[in-house]
């Protein structure tokens, strides 16, 4: 009966774990030999440190089309295994 409930957890979660941005600016700024840098700092680096807002769009549409396709595939293979009845 939780199946549905741990499909939709399981997915926000997914999605919300490549959002994280403010942990990384207010720690480390990508850390030593950019170690902790991750797909949102890289779309800040580019469009407001280095005012290319250009290629910081690009990279949000391919971050965007990846957690789509990421959040399809994983909800696909999660329904199979969730019974409604």
């Known amino acids: 009966m939780l199946g549905p409930t741990t499909v939709f957890v399981v997915t926000i979660t997914i999605i ?18 950019k170690s902790t840098y991750v797909m949102m700092y890289a779309v800040y680096e580019k469009a407001i440190q280095q005012n290319l807002v250009g290629m910081g769009a690009a990279v949000t549409v391919l971050f965007l089309l990846f957690v789509m396709l990421l959040t399809t595939v994983q909800r696909w293979y999660t329904e ?3 019974h409604y009845s």
């Not at 919300?16 to 030999?33: I, K, W």
């Open 16 to 33: 919300r774990s490549f959002q994280v941005f403010d942990s990384v600016e207010a720690l480390t700024q990508g850390g030593p030999v």
């Open 80 to 82: 199979r295994k969730v």
